[in-house]
Structures are given as C-alpha cells and as structure tokens.
C-alpha cells in the first residue's frame, strides 16, 4: 500500500521568492512519484515524475524536485516564484514494476503567490 | 493530440436524477481512470480500466454509480439515482500501460451539481 502526505493545504510566498511544497510518501514497494498541478477549472497537468533514473527531476516551468529515500520525502521547488505559478499542487505515488498499480495522490496544495 | 475529451463540462441536475458523463481517452491509450474531486476527500479514484475490461471498481461508492467502456474510445460514468451528495468535479484520465512511469493525462473534468 502506499500513501502521500502533503504538509500544509495552503502555501503563501512572494513573487520572486522561493517556492517549496513538501510532500512524503509511505510505500511498501520501491516508489513512482509524481507531482501534478490544477489551474483554477482545468484537469490536472503532469509537472514532473520520479521513476528511478536521476533523484533530483526537472520539470515544466522551473520546477523540480528531489526524491530522498533516507526522508521518504520528494518536495517540490522553485527558485523563484511566478504570478502564473498560482495553482493547487498534487504530490502522487504509485509502485515501481509491472501489473495494475493505483496512482495514490495526496489531498493537495494551494499555492498563492502574493504581488 | 486533442488530450482527453469530456462531456459535458458542466451538469446541474435535481435529485433522483439520471445523470451520464463521457469520456473519450486519448488515442492509443488503454487505460482509463474516473476520479472524484470534493474540498473534503480530495481526488478519489473511482474505477479504472485496462483495454476496457474493469480492473479495479474498489472507489465505486454504491450501486448507485456504474461505468462501462464498451470500446477504447469511450467511457461512461452514470449516477442513478443522483444526490446532492455526488455533487463534485469528476475527472477522467487516460494512460499507456506500456509506459513504465504510469503517467496520466488528465481531462477537463465535468462539475456535477445536484440540487
């Protein structure tokens, strides 16, 4: 079984600062982790995924993240926050390997960004 | 690519109501998910699919809710009777299997309101 737990459901920071969104999973299995982002009305969007290559993972939009499997952590980072940037965050994970695997997301992170 | 396509957007409909929502995956896709989004219980999974086959309907809240995919480029969601309690987005998403990292791709979604 696996599980994700976003800290903190709402994240303020300034435009220009840096934006940090945690995220930790339990996993019974090796992990594949994802982060995906919602824009007000929108589906979610995929912004990076973690699937055992390279443990810090680039994404779109100058996000990244880094899996850390000592912390069971895979917290989502930008150096420099956007206006555009406001949105809910989605941290997810599923098991590594072949068959049926649910994708477990967590119950979210809004970011707002502040002028 | 056209992306995940669902219909309606939006569905405002009374109580004890039929109510259908479609689906159609992106193209070569052969996995489908319907999710459930509300403020309080977050994204829930309801049912997935694997080369239209019903692989894992555990979401499912009651025999109230049924889906079926009668081809791979379709799927429906049906409510009935409706409550105001299924009021929420649902979310269709479609996936490869063939792609290890389980990545979905995520529609626009159809915000139900049942008065």
């Known amino acids: 079984a696996q599980s994700v737990t976003q800290l903190g459901s709402h994240v303020s920071v300034s435009e220009g600062a840096l934006v940090l969104l945690r995220c930790n999973y339990s996993s019974s299995v090796p992990p594949y982790l994802f982060w995906y982002v919602q824009y007000p009305n929108q589906g979610l969007q995929l912004l990076l995924k973690y699937t055992s290559a390279a443990t810090l993972v680039k994404g779109i939009n100058g996000f990244e993240a880094e899996f850390k499997k000592s912390e069971t952590s895979f917290h989502l980072t930008k150096p420099s926050a956007h206006m555009s940037d406001a949105a809910e965050y989605f941290c997810?994970?599923?098991?590594?390997?072949?068959?049926?695997?649910?994708?477990?997301f967590g119950i979210g992170t809004k970011l707002q960004v502040i002028p | 690519d056209a992306g995940v396509i669902q219909s309606p957007r939006h569905e405002v409909t009374e109580m004890g109501q039929e109510v259908t929502l479609r689906c159609k995956p992106i193209?070569?896709?052969?996995?489908l998910f319907w999710y459930r989004q509300t403020m309080m219980r977050g994204l829930e999974l309801l049912i997935y699919f694997n080369n239209n086959v019903p692989i894992d309907d555990s979401g499912m809240p009651e025999d109230r809710f049924s889906a079926k995919m009668p081809n791979a480029s379709f799927s429906t969601l049906k409510i009935q009777p409706s409550e105001p309690r299924d009021s929420a987005v649902y979310f269709c998403a479609s996936s490869s299997t063939d792609r290890a990292s389980y990545e979905q791709y995520f529609g626009p979604g159809t915000r139900l309101t049942v008065t």
């Open positions: 997810a994970v599923t098991g590594a390997g072949g068959g049926y695997q649910k994708v477990t």
């Open positions: 193209s070569g896709h052969n996995s």
